[in-house]
């Protein structure tokens, strides 16, 4: 399709109602593919597709917005066919908005696979050991060509632990990757007719100095939303919530606040109450596939003998097709013999628990009891003492697990 002009406007953000005991806020933000209300969940299809489900599904579920993966589209099927099928949402058939990642976080996962510069990164495809590059000009290039309603700015993730002067060093060369990203965005035409808006991402690792000047310099650039980035990649849970304490309020408050990778329902809504609005994780897919359920009176292991002969819905305050179709006892058979509809099942089932997690928060705060909404759900889903040493061994075999799986 021939580039049109770039249809302008700042994206349309209206802080709807906030909570009077924390941050937490409802919002609504306007794109070219539909409104997404907050906070909001949003389901990952690293491949274009959620693992398992359909859009149908999705919008059954009440999705608002997915995630595409940057990466892995470009590498298979590759931007000539996206192009050639309209973009990707004409490509999945998902009308809905779509968010893309920049790139950066697969190259922390991946990089035994790859080295980084300040003008760019080359790389070998996990595919077929390719040389590819990446940059802050051809993430941008890429996303354009996805066509996805928000654009990330090409980052940097640290690991953890970082050193200062590491994170001090890797921070230095977003800032710039950023800003080369927003220079370029700024350049770039609609290829598909719809507006196209552009996200920076904070990080800075576990430093809040490093945070700040972060958030600062993201601020200069005028993004249309600002994500965290750079947690749950190995820290200790409680830093993880000291960062997002301190950063979050420092972000523009008239801009979408997206917490990168996070994660468990009760982290869900500890961040919410820290000022957080969009969140992604492969969380419920993955766990979906390897036979977790999450309920509203908490999580279900259905390799467990108890589930053999229970024959109650999974959730019996859930709506989804799932729980009104299916027992435990028959979700168990079906995980326990490796059939592909019980993943399918699953799937269903925890999309659509994680999309009213966020539904069910958003109504609290709008009607003024969040605080009391958010201490009963904490009685099924605690908050975790997290104080634990990092074990480099662990994290490593995420990420080649990571890696195997080509979802993230």
Known sequence: MNAEKKPSGRLKFKVLATDSDSLAR????????????TPIFMPVGTHGVVKTLTPAELDDCDAQIILGNTYHLYLRPG?????????????????KPILTDSGGFQVFSLSHLGKITDDDITFRSHIDGSQHMLSPE??????????????????????????????RQSLLRTNGWEQRSKNHFDKLKSRYGHRQFLFGIVQGSVYEDLRAQSVESLANLDFDGYAIG?????????????MISYISPMLPPDRPHYLMGVGKPEDIIQ????GIDMFDCVLPTRNARNGTLYTWRGRIILKQSQYRTDFTPPDENCDCYTCRNFSRAYLRHLYMNGEMTGLRLNTLHNIHFFLELTAKARRAILDGNFTEWKNEFFKFYPIEDDHWEVNTVRREERRKKHLEENEY
Do not use: Y
């Open 26 to 37: 409802a919002c609504r933000f306007e794109t070219d593919h539909g409104i997404v209300e």
């Open 230 to 242: 750079g947690l749950a990649v190995g820290e200790p849970k409680e830093k993880m919530f000291d």
């Open 271 to 274: 961040a919410i109450e820290r």
């Open 79 to 95: 931007l000539e066919v996206i192009e050639a099928a309209g973009g990707l949402h004409r490509f999945n058939s998902w009308e």
């Open 138 to 167: 051809i993430s941008m290039e890429i996303q354009n060509s996805l066509g996805s309603d928000i654009i990330m700015a090409f980052d940097e993730c640290t690991p953890f632990p970082c050193s200062f002067e590491a994170a």
